[in-house]
C-alpha cells in the first residue's frame, strides 16, 4: 500500500479510499464492493502531513469522515479561481 507521495506529486495533497469486498462470495461480481471502508491521508512531508486513516462504515458517514480528517490535519478545501485565491492571501 502507497503511504508515501514521490517527488512529483508533493503540489498535491493526496488522499486514498478503499471500499471492502471480504463480504462478498468469489462467485459473485468482483467489481461489487460494500459501502463501508477506509480514507488514507498519505504522507507529504513538504506539506508537513503524515500518513492517517479513518474507517467509514457506510456511505452517509463518508462525508462525515473524511470532514473529520480534514480538520485533524488543518486541511482547508477553496473551490475559487486561482486568481481570487492568491489574493486572498498576500
Known amino acids: ?38 480514507i488514507t491521508l498519505l504522507t507529504n512531508k513538504s506539506k508537513d502531513l503524515k500518513s492517517k486513516q479513518t474507517f467509514f462504515n457506510n456511505l452517509e458517514e463518508f462525508t462525515t469522515k473524511f470532514q473529520k480528517l480534514l480538520d485533524e490535519n488543518k486541511i482547508t478545501l477553496i473551490s475559487e479561481k486561482k486568481e481570487h485565491i492568491i489574493k486572498k492571501f498576500k
Open 1 to 38: 500500500m502507497i503511504k508515501e507521495i514521490k517527488n512529483k506529486d508533493k503540489k498535491m495533497i493526496w488522499f486514498k479510499v478503499g471500499f471492502f469486498t471480504d463480504k462478498f462470495p468469489e462467485e459473485s461480481n468482483k467489481k461489487t464492493a460494500g459501502g463501508n471502508g477506509v
